[in-house]
C-alpha cells in the first residue's frame, strides 16, 4: 500500500509469538510489542475492534438467519465492511482511501446472506442446460472481483461475477416502502404469515364503461361519436 510498518503490536499468542513472525519483523526492521500475558487491556484498540466485528458479523447472521456455520464469511465481510466506511476518528476518509489513496466503490456491495441465482458460463453448460444455480450471498472474493456465493444445490461455495439477489426477502416476508401512516408493510407469502384483511361488504355489481389506463380523455384517432 506504499507505507511502511514501523511496529506490530501484539499478545502473547503463539500466531504471533514465532520464528516466521520474529523473521518477517527483524528482516524488515519492524518493532514487536506484546502485551503482558492476560492483560486484553493493554491493547484495547485491538480488543475493541474485534467487539465490533463480532458485532456486525452477529448482526448479519441473525438478520438473514443465516447458520453460525458460515460465521467466518461473515466476520471476513464485516471487515471489507469497515475498511469502506468511515469512523469517528475519520469522518471522512475511510481506511480504505487512507491505504490505498483512492475512495472505494460502494456500488457492488451485496446484502450478506440473501438468497438469488449467479449465472452459468457458456463453457460450463449446455444450451439446454439451465443458465444460473440458487446461492446464497457470502462476501467478497479476496484475490479477485467477484463475489462469494454458496451453491443451494451442490452445497458448494463458488466465486462468480454476475448474481441476481433477492435483498429484501428475511424469512419468506418481503419488506415493502413505508405507507402512508409511516408503518413499514410486511407481505408473506405464507398462509400462517399473512395478515386477514377485516371482511368487506358486498356491493351489488354494476355495469360501468371501461376507462383508459393512463387516462380518460378519448384517443384522437377515434372517429367521432354518432347521434
Known sequence: MGER???????????????????????NGIMHQRTVPYSPQQNGVAERMNRTIMEKARSMLHYKSVSTEWWAEAVSTAVYLINRSTNTQNTSVTPYELGFKVKPTLEHLRVFGSHGYAHIDKAQRTKLEPKSFRCMFLGYAENVKGYRVFD??????????????????????????????????????????????????????????????ENDAPDRNDPPALD
Do not use: W
Open 152 to 213: 443451494l444445490d451442490a452445497s458448494k461455495v463458488k466465486v462468480t461475477r454476475y448474481v441476481k439477489l433477492d435483498e429484501r426477502e428475511v424469512d419468506g416476508i418481503y419488506e415493502t416502502l413505508p405507507a402512508r401512516n409511516g408503518k413499514v408493510i410486511h407481505v408473506s407469502e405464507d398462509a400462517h404469515d399473512a395478515v386477514t384483511p377485516a371482511p368487506v361488504e358486498r356491493q351489488p355489481a354494476v355495469e360501468e364503461p371501461m376507462e383508459g389506463v
Open 5 to 27: 510498518l514501523m511496529c506490530l503490536r501484539s499478545d502473547n499468542g503463539t500466531e504471533f509469538v514465532n520464528k516466521d513472525v520474529t523473521r518477517i519483523c527483524t528482516l
